[in-house]
Nanobody, 121 residues
Framework: VHLVESGGGLVQAGGSLTLSCVAS????????MAWFRQATGKERELVAD???????NYADSVKGRFTVSQDHARNTLYLQMNSLKPEDTATYYC????????????????WGQGTQVTVSS
């Protein structure tokens, strides 16, 4: 299983970014997928997830601003981030699990290397 994130960068507050996570080595459509983030000095937190029926869930802090989606044909998970705030600055990680979302919440499953998002004020 291999997950590769891209799309991070430096953006001003109020701007937008779209993160991508290309998956390989597994049957993508059968996996639970999620985006997490970890800011310097803070614990990793869930940003958004998507189950195998494409139902989504978002952290309260990003509801209405971020949208998770996926393209099964491209084995790719996306995170559209709008109205970015300085507090969104973090390394963003893509995760996958063949068992459940809970597996990823507990740190299990498969993880990418992360992509840095920095939002300037």
């Amino acid at each position: 299983v291999h997950l590769v994130e891209s799309g991070g960068g430096l953006v001003q507050a109020g701007g937008s970014l779209t993160l991508s996570c290309v998956a390989s080595g597994f049957t993508y459509s059968s996996y639970f997928m999620a985006w997490f983030r970890q800011a310097t000095g803070k614990e990793r937190e869930l940003v958004a997830d998507m189950d195998i029926d494409d139902r989504t869930n978002y952290a309260d802090s990003v509801k209405g601003r971020f949208t998770v989606s996926q393209d099964h044909a491209r084995n790719t998970l996306y995170l559209q981030m709008n109205s970015l705030k300085p507090e969104d600055t973090a390394t963003y990680y893509c995760a996958a699990s063949e068992f459940s979302l809970t597996t990823m919440y507990q740190g299990g499953g498969y993880w990418g290397q992360g992509t840095q998002v920095t939002v300037s004020s």
